[in-house]
Structures are given as C-alpha cells and as structure tokens.
DNA sequence: CGGCACCTTGAGTATCCTCAAGAGAGGTGG
DNA sequence: CCACCTCTCTTGAGGATACTCAAGGTGCCG
C-alpha cells in the first residue's frame, strides 16, 4: 500500500459507526483512514493483509491490461466490504474515486477460526463480490451499449439510495472502463438518453431518472 | 432439479476416490450421480441446496437474457465444485457437456460449522471462482475476438492438462457463448490461428497447440 | 450410404471505436 | 467579481471489428 503520502491519515480507535449491526455487516474493528481522490490504496500484487470498509465516498477495484487498457471490476459505495483475497495478494488495483473514508482491519483476526459469526460475515461479502461479478460478466459478455448503460444506472440507482436523483461519484472515463465502452460511446448513449427523455443531465455528475421503468426495461 | 428422467442414474455409497485429498479439495461424501450429454443438472432459481463436483466429463454453467441470447459463465472440469450459492437458489443453470459423472453433496452437511476444515475447502472453491469470474470479466470487458480466443485456449490447456493437444469437451456455440462473440466469429479466429502456424485443428474438437508461445503473447 | 448436426466460409452491414475538434464546468488568481 | 485556464465531457466524421444472413462443407451416426 501506498498509503505514506502526506494525504493519507490514520486515527487510532475507537471506530466511527458506520452502520447498525445487519446480518452482512462486517464491523470492521481497526483504524480509520482518509484518502483523497485519486490515491491508491493498495494495487495489484502487493499482500492482502487488510480488509476494507467504505464509510464514506466511493472507490475503484480495476485491473490493467499489459498495454495500457484498463477493466474496472468494480465500484464500492458506503458499507461495501473490499480487498477480500483467496491467496496471499490482492489481484486488482484500488484507488479513491472521491474523497474517501475507510475502516480498516488486519485479515488475521477476521479469518480467526474462533469466531464463527465473523467468519459469516466475511464469507456473505466474499460471496456478493462473486454474484456481482457473475452479472457484470454477463452485462460484458451479451449487451449492446445501450443496455449496459441503462443496466449500470438501473444499478447505481439503487446502491446510492438516493432513489431516482443519482449523484455519480465517478467520472465518464471510469464509467466506461467499467462497461467496457470507450468514454464517447458512453456519452453519446447517455445523450440518447436524454434526447429520449428517459433521463435529465444536470451537471455531468448528477443524473435524474425520469422513466425508470423504461429504463429498466432496457436493461434486457 | 430436474434429475428424474430416465438418463439419470444415482447410486448409494461408497463414493469413488475422486484424487487425493488435495488442499482445496472438497471430498464430497455423497451420491454419484451420471448425466447425458445436454441434460440440466439444475436451472437457474431452483433451490440450491446441493453441492457438486465433475469426476468426469465437464458442464457449463449459463445465464439466459430474456431474448434467449446465453452468456456461459464458465465451464467446470474433472476435479472443478459447482453450485455453491450465496442465497438459497441456483442463480445460473448448468448442463452437461457431455456424458458427465458427478458427486453431489447435501449443502447443510458442508456449511457444518463444526468442521472447520469442510469450511475452509468451500471458502477456497468460492474464492477460486470469484477469482475465474473476475479474470472472464477482464476478458469479456477489454479484449479482441483474437485476445479471447487465445486465452481461452491457454486456460483450457493448462485445466485439461493435457499438454499441448487438447480435446475441447465444448461445441463452437459454446466457446462463443463463454467469450461473448458469435460462432461464426470464433470459427474465423481459429481458422486464422492455423493458417498462422499457431494452433493444428484435427476434427473440430481436436486442437494441437503448435506455438503455446506465440499464444501465450496474444493473450495481453 | 444417407441424413443430420455442426462447422466453415462469404458478402454485406451495423455497432462501436478512433481521431479530432469544440463546448462546458469548476477552480484559481488577478 | 470577472477572466482565464484546465480538465472533462460532448459532438462529428470516418473507419475497423465483429455481427447478420446465407450457403456450402465436413464429420458422425444410424
């Protein structure tokens, strides 16, 4: 982890609350940290010795091919539980997308075969990462750029909570890196979009829903 | 499941040694059961309350959109476990390639919370396949008919472990459903291998890698 | 030997990508 | 407070890759 800069802050205990105890949750006993947008907070090949929790803001899980070509495997928004590995390291890259802050705990004590309901716990978020990339595989594998989008907001749309007015936390490009489209494909259908009046760009980070169940519709 | 038809046959103990009790290897202590070729083991939001491993033959396991177009999410060889779900249904279906022989075990048996050691082996095959879906997504996501194609056949001969002649248990549809191209498009890229010197094809589920090489580099 | 399923090959086309330029938004400094 | 600068997003034109539709081969099985 690159995680020495001047940007990155530790703090000792006691953790903020970040959400009441549900089935899935992992509390995360360990430290907070504070990144800022754009810095890696571990990368690909370096040990998995932590887990992570999202408290606040959002990052990218993504993997780069040898020349350049980047595949984000995934988004993870507030409550979201990342840097879960089978072997000794992680297998993608993962930086801040915003402003973020983070639970941290070793991996040790949470695959400590004492406690069974942490064990639980991780095994739910493990399974999730892995039902999740099953869709993504298959929005990948089969579906036309309009599709995909409208899948990817249908998505987004119900992770924020913020029910029909999204305020996107990544950028064009990272959007497009995640579908597999270039960043014009994406816009040009986002467009379409508009022009169709199924949704309302305000700002290029803020998207209004207006007819969800088209939208939902073409998510195929 | 819809494993009362006439081809399915099941027999009662004692279970046939599968291989040596490997790290991650999941000895199954149940039923063996026989498949035919094209016969569903189980379909897609059905109860998930068995656990399976090939002893022979191989499946593939898919999901439908809702205009019948197919995406193949993987495909599971001798040795490979199947089934294990988060929730409690099957969220693909998954039939045989060909004649396949299974072992299928009761999934409360295994999610025993007693046996630590049961435990960890399920942990390990769902992490494997976390890790196999996340690697097909980067596939699907970002790579060319030629790129998809030469891993396919890079990954299939080091699980077929057949060395440099492989025996595909897949028809062309299939191929082109697991990499999310058409079958016409897989059929050219391999037509276009050969004329490259880089793989041998003799009959067509025959392949004889002749410059593993060259396709490992076309990988990416 | 014939039939059938699967695979291959071809021609034309659609979708998405590439390259290029222009517009908008947000932030900084005068 | 306005002007400017930069980064990001949008839009356009042209082109490549993979798809669609169609026909012809090949191999396998009865």
Redesign the pocket.
Known sequence: MQMSTNQVQRRPYPVPPTSPTEPDDIRLIGITMSVSRDQEIFGEGEPADQVFKVVKGAVRSFRLLSDGRRQICDFYLPGDVFGIELGADHRTTVEALTDTVLVVARRSTLGDEDDAGANRRLWRQAMKALQRSQDHAVTLGRR???ERLANFLVDMAARLGGGEALELPM????IADYI????????????QFQILGLIR?A???SVQIQKPRTLAELCA
Chains 1, 2 share one sequence.
């Open positions: 036309s750029a309009s950028s064009r490009q990272d597999g489209l270039t960043i014009e494909t994406v816009s040009r259908t986002l467009t760009l700002g290029c980070r």
